[in-house]
């Protein structure tokens, strides 16, 4: 049978990545470890970039966002908190005649089935649901793995001491999220932005880079003020239309404006590095799959050359990231279980709210108080009665009267390892060539968007034998060395030299040749620029070249 064409793809993608150093299999010489990859040298070039971009735009180009770097290892009691250590898990179930695992929501997507989910919360596999490799329908029940890793710390494997990878980086930045605003002067609506491994033990790591067990995060947690806070002191709270950029942040965003808006903020960061939005897709949450604190989440996808087609025939692509509404869950639940205040005071609020009219003061304060007790309810501890949830939403509301809150939440989170195979997926391009005598030949060029390409300029002298040539091409690539990441590159005919950086993905290259050591006196110190994508050249004044490249690679 033929395979499919997007197999194959991803095939040329994989062989490619592997010879050109992208990306290579983890612990390869002894037969690999599943689920984990390592970057080569081009590969750590391109997710450094892409980091670095990420930083910048996310937090130093903000005046309301501030870096974080935590640990990886941190108290398990943080994983308690945020319910990690009771519900972060896949529904697992096995072949019981080929003994192959499976996830079973996977499983059952794979043959446009839907794993139910019963009364009692437990999963079920659907009737007809067969396993995938050997066609036997003795399947084993679903049930739930937990996805955390777990270690010891300290010389005694005892439960005391049991401690987790962190599954995300996102829970750090909860945990330290009084220390951060006490230290950085910033005041709500404020965030906390951080990159990090981050570790999950994937039931079926899987498309290659896209679902593995070792990964980087980019995560911001951005904190804004409860809807109820922004309509007291505002009047009212914004409304913004449903699809679109909104603009400038103003005061009286409320949550949806909010979320919005980082929507759109990070769909104008892919585009700026290459992702073109017909290349994206969105995946609006259903309220069935929300998260039962959640507001509203959207998923930025990427039509991955995996990516599976609906009935329509429409790929609508893989997630890449999820910018998720995630009211006051994850403080309020870091609050409770550290008996640390995480809430702040609002002097604004105070003030606005002594002036309101009775009627708007009992209205506002009767919706904040269904919210938190709401929330009390539905992640009360099994020893906690209604009244003592009751007492405490009370409590929480006659604080809000005061300019009290507990901070919302928009987290926009992003896979740095999912967005280097889309970005790698989207730059890859081959074209076969036929001569006059029936020969082909396959060239490829990574087209990836100056921004992210690990190289940024190809420096070749035309000859190797020519010392002049050879001593001129290493001043400009010293020149050029401090600001950009330069190849220098004198092996082989410059057809050949020019194919590498094509396959590299270098946007520019400059060739040193006997005009710039001025055999035609009018070109004496220009180069020979040549641009990857067409293989057009110029000339170009080699005291013009450095600020030339770096106006195109910022
Ligand atoms: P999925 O449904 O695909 O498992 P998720 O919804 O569990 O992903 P989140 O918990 O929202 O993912 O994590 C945020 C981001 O982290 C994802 O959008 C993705 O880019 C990245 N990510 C999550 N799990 C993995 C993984 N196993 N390998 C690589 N990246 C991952």
Known sequence: MAEPKENLQMEKIVSLCKRRGFIFQSSEIYGGINGFWDYGPLGAELKRNVKELWWNAMTREREDVAGLEATIIMSPAIWRASGHVDTFSDPMCDCKKCKKRFRADQLCEDQNLTLIKNANGKFELPAG?????????????????????????????????????????????????????????????????????????????????????EFEQMELEFFIKPDEAIEAIHGSVATVPATGHPGEPQPNWGWQAWHQYWVEERVKFYEGIGLSRDTLGFHHQTPEELAHY?????????????????????????????????????????????????????????????????????????????????????????????????????????????????????????????????????????????????KSETTYVMKFHPRIAPIKVGVLPLLKNKPELVKKAIAVRDLLRPWMNVY????????????????????????????????????????TLRYRDDGRQERLKISELRDWLLARIR
């Open 294 to 438: 959640a507001r509203a989440c959207t998923d930025i996808l990427f039509k991955f050359p995996f990516s599976k087609k609906d009935e329509n025939g429409n790929v609508k692509g893989d997630e890449l990231e999820g910018i998720a509404a995630r009211s006051d869950f994850d403080l309020s639940q870091h609050q409770r279980f550290s008996g640390k205040p995480m809430g702040v005071f609002d002097d604004e609020l105070r003030q606005a709210w002594a002036k309101l009219p009775k009627e708007k003061q009992d209205d506002l304060w009767r919706r904040y108080y269904e919210n938190r007790k709401n929330y009390l309810t539905k992640s009360a501890k099994p020893d906690e009665t209604a009244e003592q949830i009751q007492k405490q939403a009370t409590e929480d509301a006659n604080g809000l009267a005061k300019g009290q809150y507990i901070p919302h939440v928009i987290e926009p989170s992003a896979g740095v390892d999912r967005l280097i195979l889309a970005l790698i997926a989207n730059a890859y391009s081959e074209t076969t060539e036929t001569d006059a005598k029936g």
């Open 129 to 213: 649901t067969k396993c995938t490799s050997c066609d036997s329908k003795e399947l084993t029940e679903p049930r739930p793995f937990n996805l955390m890793f777990k270690t010891y710390v300290g010389p005694v494997e005892s439960e005391d001491n049991v401690a987790y990878l962190r599954p995300e980086t996102a829970q750090a930045i909860f945990a330290q999220f009084k220390n951060v605003l006490e230290t950085s002067r910033q005041k709500v609506p404020f965030g906390i932005g951080q990159i990090g491994k981050a570790f999950r033990n994937e039931v079926t790591p899987r498309n290659y880079t896209f679902r593995s067990r």
């Open 488 to 527: 220098y590159d004198d092996g082989g005919s410059i057809g050949k030299r020019y194919a590498r950086q094509d396959e590299a993905g270098t946007p520019f290259c400059v060739t040193i040749d006997f005009d710039t050591l001025g055999e035609k006196p009018e070109l004496l110190d220009t180069v």
